[in-house]
């Protein structure tokens, strides 16, 4: 379907095709001088001293917890209001995903407060989600987790670029993982990197990205290394110039369309608070996000179809994020929830509706947009 509004889109211009043609021309298509400024340059962006480049988010997530040595016997604290990916690293490790509830259905973040009760001696990490850009309170997360041994990644998937307190999210905990899927701030069509402060994690991201061995092939090009030796059971999670050439244009554009994203979700904010039936999550945040999603709330879950498709029908692409992760068949059968023992989670995941929102959308789309929300929900109010 062609959508006249589609949910998300990507910000490609000239300067993607120029530099996607000069690695073609170089012919040194696998990680080599371009990936590694692309890291140079993430790094300094979340402002760690370290930056790997993977072929996506998942990766990132799976290596951040293959690193930090966590497996069998070890639980992992997750949130089920996310995508799939954040949790199922959890079980390529073989731990065990414990998930608790979010804080409110104005906050779709992690609960501290959850997390404190969901703590064991098997404990071993938590997972923060950094939902649509909007800041985990990373304060109270540490608060929780103080005197304690219990590692903590962000899932900043949606966030390359917002600040909390002053620094980047992606910079809070033991790792910070970004995915440059095509619906992403910034993309790569697929990709992602792991963000760090500590230097055995970086050395063994390193090393587990390419086949656990001890060099890669770039070294061996440039005289760095002669030889390798294999010293960890690694994986294949390289990413190519092609892909990190396209992340270096991307990255110099994410702060102009961040603002564009910010301008954009107060546009839709000020109109959306007029509509009956209709909140808004997420007004008042900590920090400054980087405005991935435009979630809302239907204050009647029963109109969510009918919304959908009336503005499917006038061309405006909308979506769910997220079908709690606990409902999958998968996590059902092998990790059940018991009924209500994540209220906030499952009224999100019945009442929230994504709205289109890029940095190449108009104030008129905005105005589109809300126009026919208005318009679809009203009339089934009371469905
Ligand atoms: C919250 C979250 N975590 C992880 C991922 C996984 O990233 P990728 O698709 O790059 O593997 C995604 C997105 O796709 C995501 O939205």
């Known amino acids: ?47 760690v ?82 939902y649509g850009g909007y800041a985990v309170d990373m304060a109270a997360i540490a608060t929780v987790l103080a005197g304690r041994s219990i590692a903590v990644i962000e899932d900043a998937a949606h966030a390359p670029g917002a600040r909390l307190d002053g620094r980047a999210l992606g910079s809070f905990g033991d790792a910070g993982c970004f995915s440059f899927f095509a619906n992403k701030n910034m993309t790569t069509g697929e990709g992602g990197m792991l963000t760090t402060a500590r230097h055995d994690v970086y050395q063994r991201v390193r090393r587990l990205r390419s086949h656990g061995m001890t060099s890669l092939t770039w070294d061996r090009h440039r005289g760095h290394a002669s030889g390798y030796d294999v010293v960890d059971l690694g994986f294949n999670y390289r990413t190519t110039e092609i ?8 990255l110099h554009k994410l702060a102009d369309n961040a603002q564009r994203r910010q301008r954009l979700t107060a546009r839709y904010q000020q109109q959306l608070r007029a509509i009956p039936g209709v909140t808004v999550p997420f007004q008042a945040h900590r920090g400054t996000s980087a405005y991935h999603l435009l979630p809302i709330l239907l204050d009647n879950p029963t109109v969510r179809a009918h919304v959908m498709q009336s503005l499917a029908g006038q061309g405006i692409q909308t979506s769910m994020h997220y079908p709690p ?22 009224a999100v995941g019945t009442r929230e509706l994504t709205l289109p929102l890029y940095a190449t959308m108009t104030d008129t789309q905005v105005d589109t947009v809300c126009a026919a929300l208005a318009a679809a929900v009203q009339p089934s109010e009371g469905l």
Request: hydrophobic residues 50%; aromatic residues 8%.
């Open 1 to 47: 379907m062609a959508w006249q509004i589609p949910l998300a889109d990507i910000d490609f211009g000239p300067e993607e095709h120029q530099a996607v043609q000069e690695v073609l021309t170089s012919k040194w298509l696998s990680m080599g001088q371009v990936t590694e400024t692309f890291e140079q340059q993430f790094a300094a962006l979340i402002d």
């Open 325 to 346: 992760i606990h409902h999958f068949s998968l996590y059902r059968q092998r990790y059940p929830v018991p009924p209500g023992r994540l209220p906030q989670t499952e």
């Open 49 to 130: 001293p370290y930056a790997v480049a993977v072929s996506s988010g998942t990766a990132a997530l799976h290596l951040a917890l293959a690193a930090l040595d966590i497996g069998p016997g070890d639980e992992v604290i997750v949130p089920s209001l996310t995508f799939v990916a954040s949790v199922n690293a959890v079980l390529y490790v073989g731990a065990t995903p414990v998930f608790v509830d979010i804080t409110s259905p104005d906050d779709f973040s992690i609960d501290p407060a959850a997390i404190a009760r969901a703590l064991t001696p098997a404990t071993k990490a938590v997972i923060v989600v950094h």
């Open 243 to 250: 892909n990190t050439a396209l992340g270096l244009v991307q």
